[in-house]
């Protein structure tokens, strides 16, 4: 599809797996947040996506369209995505009218065939917009702004399965749930199944990018080591 080829999240997400670095997707309340990511990726020669809550369309509606210019403007690729959209109705409405690069198209509140058919249906009522999907398997515990049912439901990792069903919707980029929470990660700190992150990794075959939610907390140096367990190896022995 040729859309595809000029979608920013995609270009994005893409350029990153291939460079084996990740991309920071940052969460924005106001124009001050937009304008410092923006300048901070723009020193440090960095992509970045610029990501707002579904709160914020309702509580700032012309965040989006500040976020939309200032990323068109950039002299780095920056896209503007859509986190945790987690009702049917506003993502259309999104989807016919507002300027995002991707979605979140969140339906982990379903059961999983519910999920799975809702997640489709949007996908591609999205695509259709040009506008890419991202997924979420298993269940991420934790709550966000704004966001319905999360802080209630048990964490359910990702498996191979899951993958293979979220694919089959066709998605563009999953977030596995692999130990990842929402909020805060008490005195322990992070505690991932780095192995079922590498396993996610190659279940998704190159059809569907890796991200991760729930990063806040992470050093620099989990955040590499994450990076390598969503990296493709290398084949070069030098
Ligand atoms: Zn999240």
Known sequence: MAWRANNRTLQILGAAEKGRYGVLAAIVYNVEHITAFVRAAESRRSPLIIQLFPSSLDQTPSL?????????HASVPISVHLDHAQDFHQIQHVADHLPFDSIMVDMSHYEKEE?????????EYCHARGIAVEAETG??????????????????????????????????????????????????????????????????????????????????????????????????TS
């Open 64 to 72: 989006i369209y500040a976020a939309s210019a200032a990323a068109k």
């Open 115 to 123: 999920n799975l058919s809702k997640t489709s249906r949007l996908r």
């Open 139 to 236: 269940r991420i515990e934790g709550g966000e702004d704004g966001i319905m049912g999360t802080g209630d439901l048990e964490g359910i990792l990702t498996n191979a399965e899951d993958v293979e069903q979220f694919i089959s919707a066709g998605v563009d980029f999953l977030a596995p749930s692999v130990g990842n929470l929402h909020g805060d990660y008490g005195p322990k700190g992070p505690q991932l199944d780095m192995d079922r992150l590498g396993q996610v990794f190659q279940a998704l075959e190159g059809r569907a990018n890796l991200v991760l939610h729930g990063t806040n907390d992470f050093s620099p140096e989990l955040c590499r080591v994450c990076i390598e367990a969503g990296s493709p190896s290398s084949t070069s």
